[in-house]
């Protein structure tokens, strides 16, 4: 195996449904703003497919052209009604202890945007040396990059493709919508059933690297 590009490793993670724990905030969100736009948006479908950008999925509820204005009306609404909701996914903090043993770095690397990513994390409890949002897919490559990151975990099969874009090794955890099949014909090196499982993977990797 290759050493880490730097002495200890740097660590990339997704948010949403990787770390956090989104759901109950995004459907009191989407509630708020179907109040308002007299829009009747399916909640339990949107955080089904949760993963790409905002505006994707507001595109199959609105007409393009109003698509922006409700994006940035939904990101006011989401900072009053989904931070507060905001709780870690099962085993987070752990898989992010597991990267600070080995004096490793961690950076989040999200579609959500990056205000919002840092407030839900502060919410949750998870410091990350930097957060990088509104990329997905192939555009998180780019931050892996600039960030050298060696490792990113995701749950989304636009994940994978960031991780294979950026030169990372590709860990998928089957905690979001993407099966572990989509997430191995996306790229994905490793596939985890849960994000526990993570930290003695990780250690186990940091062994054979040394």
Same mark, same amino acid.
């Given at each position: 195996?290759?050493?880490?590009?730097?002495?200890?490793?740097?660590?990339?993670?997704?948010?949403?449904?990787?770390?956090?724990?989104?759901?109950?905030?995004? !459907?009191?969100t989407?509630?708020a703003?179907?109040?308002?736009?007299g829009v009747?948006?399916?909640?339990?479908?949107?955080?089904?497919?949760?993963?790409?950008?905002l505006e994707?999925?507001?595109?199959?509820?609105?007409?393009?052209?109003?698509?922006?204005a409700?994006a940035?009306?939904?990101?006011e609404?989401?900072?009053?009604?989904?931070?507060?909701?905001s709780?870690?996914?099962?085993?987070a903090?752990?898989?992010?202890?597991?990267?600070?043993?080995?004096?490793? !770095?961690?950076?989040?690397?999200?579609?959500?945007?990056? #205000?919002?990513?840092?407030?839900?994390?502060?919410?949750i409890?998870?410091?990350a040396?930097?957060?990088?949002?509104a990329?997905? #897919?192939?555009?998180?490559?780019?931050?892996?990059l600039?960030?050298?990151?060696?490792?990113?975990?995701?749950?989304?099969?636009?994940?994978m493709?960031?991780?294979?874009?950026?030169?990372?090794?590709?860990?998928?955890v089957?905690?979001?919508?993407?099966?572990a099949?989509?997430?191995?014909?996306?790229?994905a090196d490793?596939?985890l059933?849960?994000?526990?499982?993570?930290?003695?993977?990780?250690?186990g990797?940091?062994?054979?690297?040394?």
């Amino acid at each position: 195996m290759p050493s880490w590009k730097a002495s200890a490793p740097v660590v990339g993670f997704d948010l949403d449904l990787t770390l956090l724990d989104a759901r109950a905030g995004i !459907r009191a969100t989407l509630a708020a703003l179907s109040g308002e736009t007299g829009v009747a948006v399916d909640a339990d479908l949107v955080v089904s497919r949760l993963g790409p950008p905002l505006e994707t999925e507001l595109a199959h509820w609105f007409p393009a052209a109003d698509v922006p204005a409700i994006a940035a009306r939904y990101r006011e609404l989401s900072a009053v009604h989904a931070v507060p909701a905001s709780v870690p996914m099962p085993d987070a903090r752990a898989a992010v202890d597991a990267v600070r043993r080995l004096a490793g !770095r961690v950076v989040v690397v999200t579609a959500k945007s990056t #205000a919002l990513a840092r407030a839900s994390l502060d919410r949750i409890g998870i410091a990350a040396d930097a957060v990088e949002g509104a990329l997905f #897919a192939r555009t998180k490559g780019a931050a892996l990059l600039t960030h050298r990151v060696d490792v990113f975990v995701g749950d989304h099969v636009g994940d994978m493709i960031g991780a294979r874009e950026g030169g990372a090794l590709a860990v998928g955890v089957t905690t979001g919508p993407c099966s572990a099949g989509e997430l191995r014909t996306a790229g994905a090196d490793v596939v985890l059933a849960r994000l526990g499982e993570f930290p003695p993977w990780l250690l186990g990797e940091a062994a054979r690297r040394r």
